[in-house]
C-alpha cells in the first residue's frame, strides 16, 4: 500500500508538470525542471557528546504557476531525500558508551512561494510534508554487543517542516541552495525516544538542476 500510495502520488505530480508546461509556456519567467545534489542532514539530539551529519543526496521535479506574473509564483515539488545523522553517547556518567547511526529516506513534496528578482535570481520558501521510505539504525558500544536495532516501524512515517532557499540560473542551468527544519519529532515507538527524544530532522542542500 505504501509504495501505491508513492506511485500514485509520483503519477500525478508528473500530469501536473505536464499541465503546467502547456499551460505556462508563454510566461519566460516560469520553470520547469529537475534538481537535485548533496543533502547535509542532522537531528539534534539532547544529552549526546557529539553529533556527525549524515552526507547523501536529494532529487526532485519542480514547476512554478504563476501567481503575480514576473514577480511571485507558486513552486509545488515532488522528490526523494535522505536524512540522519550519526550520534555518540554516554550513560551511567560515562560509564557506558556508546554510537547510534540514524538513516532514514523520504519521499517529500515541498510548495514553496517563490519571489523572482529579475529572471535570474530565486527567492523561495514554504513547507514541505515527507512520507518515510526506509529507516535503518547501526549501533556500536563499548560493552561488545549491539544496541537495540530500529526499524522503520520505530518512527513517524510523516514528517513536515519549513524550507527556504536561494536559486541562481544560468540559461537552463541552476544552481541553488535550500535548508529544510523539520517540526515533527522523528521517534514514534519508546525504544526510538529512549536515543532520540524529541530530535527533528534537518538538511542543507546543494543543487543543481536543468530546465525544460
Not at 19 to 48: F, M
Not at 114 to 132: A, E, P, R, S
Request: hydrophobic share 40%.
Amino acid at each position: 500500500m505504501k509504495f501505491k500510495s508513492i506511485a500514485l502520488i509520483s503519477g500525478l505530480s508528473i500530469l501536473l508538470f505536464q499541465a503546467n508546461l502547456k499551460t505556462y509556456a508563454q510566461d519566460a519567467s516560469a520553470r520547469t525542471g529537475i534538481r537535485g545534489g548533496l543533502n547535509v542532514s542532522n537531528l539534534y539530539i539532547k544529552d549526546v557528546t557529539d553529533r556527525n551529519p549524515r552526507y547523501g543526496f536529494h532529487v526532485g521535479l519542480f514547476t512554478q504557476v504563476p501567481l503575480i506574473k514576473g514577480m511571485l509564483y507558486l513552486q509545488p515539488e515532488v522528490g526523494y531525500s535522505t536524512k540522519g545523522v550519526t550520534a555518540q553517547y554516554n550513560l551511567l556518567n560515562g560509564t557506558f558508551r556508546g554510537q547510534n547511526t540514524f538513516k532514514m529516506d523520504y519521499f517529500e513534496i515541498p510548495v514553496l512561494a517563490t519571489l523572482k528578482v529579475g529572471n535570474f535570481v530565486d527567492i523561495h520558501g514554504g513547507l514541505y510534508g515527507g512520507f518515510l521510505v526506509n529507516a535503518s539504525t547501526e549501533s556500536k558500544s563499548d560493552a561488545g554487543f549491539n544496541a537495540t536495532v530500529l526499524n522503520r516501524d520505530n518512527f513517524n512515517n510523516f514528517d513536515y517542516g519549513l524550507v527556504a532557499g536561494l536559486s541562481i540560473y544560468f540559461g537552463k542551468i541552476m544552481v541553488g541552495t535550500r535548508y529544510n527544519y523539520g517540526l515533527r519529532p522523528v521517534a514514534s515507538s519508546t525504544a526510538a525516544k529512549v536515543f532520540l527524544d524529541n530530535a527533528k530532522n534537518s538538511a542543507a542542500q546543494l543543487s543543481i538542476g536543468y530546465t525544460f
